[in-house]
């Protein structure tokens, strides 16, 4: 582990936070008439580490009686984020460890 696997990881725990914070909207949303459900996708960075792009997914003339979110894939989604949240965190942890191993030898 190295510097660079802190930076991946730490970037992974905000993209996941960020895909996180827009399902949490759209549940909150979801008896808002015609609302419209935003979308995470995830972009690998060329220099490592990842960010969540959030978009809205389906057209602008959604019903105006119904909200678009379907409550039953923002569970889905919500548990694998957290996961992917839960992951990032123990690299974080272990490039943490990792580092202060390699200043303790250094030192």
Known sequence: MS???LSSGL???KAYSTALDSSGHNVANASTAGFIPQQASFQEQ???GVIANISKEGS???SQE???TDLANE???SLQFKLG???SAKV???ADEVLGTLIDIKA
Request: glycine letters at 12%; aromatic letters at 4%.
């Open 75 to 77: 569970i889905v989604q």
């Open 85 to 87: 949240f839960d992951l």
């Open 11 to 13: 970037s992974g725990l």
């Open 60 to 62: 602008s003339l959604a």
């Open 3 to 5: 510097v660079s696997a």
């Open 92 to 94: 974080v942890k272990t």
């Open 66 to 68: 119904l909200s678009g």
């Open 46 to 48: 060329p220099a490592g």
